[in-house]
C-alpha cells in the first residue's frame, strides 16, 4: 500500500498544482479590482495605486502566482486584502464549523442512502417502493436553497421544534448544538442520499440476480444471510467510489447551506471575499476544496481496494 501510495503523490501533486493556476487565472479574469474597492469611489488614480502596490497587484501575473505559490508551501498565507486578519486564521476559525456540517451531512447521507438502497431493492411492498423512488425523485430535483427554506418554514415556523439557524459549538451544549446542526446537515445531505440510495439498490438488484445467490436461495440460505453477507458486499465498492465524489459535492454545496442557515463557515468566508475581491482569501478556500477532494478520492481508492479483493495494489 505504501508503494501504491508513492506512485499516486505526483498525480496528487499535479492536480493541485493545475488547479491551483486555474483558480488563480480565473479569479483575475473576474470583473472588478481590489485597490479600487478598498480605495472606494472618490479615490484618485494615485491613491489607487499606491494601493496596488502596497498590495503587489502590480507585479506581473506570473510573478504574482509564484510568491502565492511560495506562500504556500512556506505556510504563511499572508494578511486578507479586505475582509482583514491573517487568512490562515480565517480560515482557521471557519474550517471547524464547516467540517462539522459536512461530517454531520454525510451521515445522513450513508445512513439515508443505505435505507433508500436496502428497502428499494429487497421490499416487497409496492407502497414502499413508490415512497422511496418519490422521495428520491423530489431530492434531487429540489435545489437546496429550496428544500433548506421548507424545511426552515415546516421544523422552525409551523412546528417551532428547531431553530431556524445559527451555529452553537459542541464543546459548550452538545444538545443544543445538535439541535442547530440537524436542519443544516439534512438539507446538505438529501441529494447525495437520493443518489447514493439509487445507486445502492441498483447494486444490491444485479448482485441479487446472479447464479450463486439463486443457488444459495435454493439450498435454503436465510434471506437475511444473502443480503448481508453477499449482496450487499458485493454492491458496496462502486457505492464506495460514488460516496467519495459525493463528498466533495457535500464541500461544495455548504457554501450555499450556510448561508441559508447563517451557519458561520468557510461558504461565508468564501461569500465575503467574493463580494469584496479579497484574492488570497478565495484563492486559498478553492485550493484548500480542490486538496481535500483529492485527499478523499485517494482514500476512496484504498477502501475499495479493501472491499474488493480483485484489486491488488500492484
Not at 484618485?44 to 502596497?54: G, H, L, N, S
Request: glycine fraction near 10%; aromatic fraction near 8%.
Amino acid at each position: 500500500m505504501r508503494g501504491y501510495l508513492l506512485r499516486r503523490l505526483p498525480s496528487a501533486l499535479l492536480v493541485l498544482l493545475g488547479a491551483s493556476f486555474l483558480i488563480f487565472t480565473i479569479l483575475r479574469l473576474v470583473p472588478g479590482d481590489p485597490a479600487t474597492s478598498l480605495a472606494g469611489p472618490d479615490a484618485d488614480a494615485a491613491t489607487v495605486a499606491a494601493i496596488r502596490e502596497r498590495l503587489g497587484l502590480d507585479a506581473p501575473l506570473l510573478s504574482q502566482y509564484a510568491h502565492w505559490i511560495g506562500s504556500l508551501v512556506t505556510g504563511d498565507l499572508g494578511p486578507s486584502y479586505a475582509i482583514g486578519g491573517q487568512v490562515a486564521d480565517l480560515i482557521g476559525d471557519g474550517l471547524g464549523a464547516t467540517a462539522e456540517l459536512t461530517a454531520a451531512a454525510l451521515l445522513f447521507v450513508i445512513v439515508l442512502g443505505g435505507a433508500f438502497g436496502i428497502l428499494g431493492a429487497t421490499s416487497r411492498s409496492g407502497w414502499v417502493r413508490s415512497a422511496i423512488r418519490v422521495t428520491t425523485t423530489a431530492a434531487l430535483a429540489v435545489p437546496p436553497f429550496v428544500s433548506g427554506v421548507l424545511l426552515v418554514m415546516l421544523f422552525a415556523v409551523l412546528l417551532g421544534v428547531l431553530p431556524p439557524g445559527g451555529r452553537v459549538p459542541f464543546l459548550g451544549a452538545p444538545d443544543l448544538a445538535a439541535q442547530y446542526l440537524l436542519l443544516p446537515a439534512l438539507c446538505l445531505a438529501l441529494p447525495s442520499a437520493a443518489v447514493l440510495g439509487r445507486y445502492l439498490k441498483d447494486g444490491i438488484e444485479r448482485a441479487l440476480a446472479e447464479d450463486y445467490i439463486r443457488t444459495a436461495t435454493a439450498a435454503g440460505v436465510a434471506p437475511r444471510r444473502l443480503l448481508w453477507r453477499h449482496a450487499l458486499p458485493n454492491a458496496l465498492p462502486p457505492v464506495v467510489t460514488l460516496l467519495g465524489m459525493q463528498t466533495g459535492h457535500l464541500l461544495g454545496g455548504a457554501v450555499l447551506v450556510e448561508a441559508i442557515f447563517a451557519w458561520p463557515g468557510l461558504g461565508q468566508l468564501a461569500e465575503q471575499g467574493l463580494s469584496r475581491r479579497d484574492y488570497p482569501v478565495v484563492q486559498d478556500l478553492l485550493l484548500l476544496l480542490v486538496a481535500v477532494f483529492v485527499v478523499v478520492q485517494l482514500l476512496t481508492d484504498l477502501v475499495y481496494a479493501w472491499l474488493d479483493p480483485r484489486i491488488r495494489w500492484e
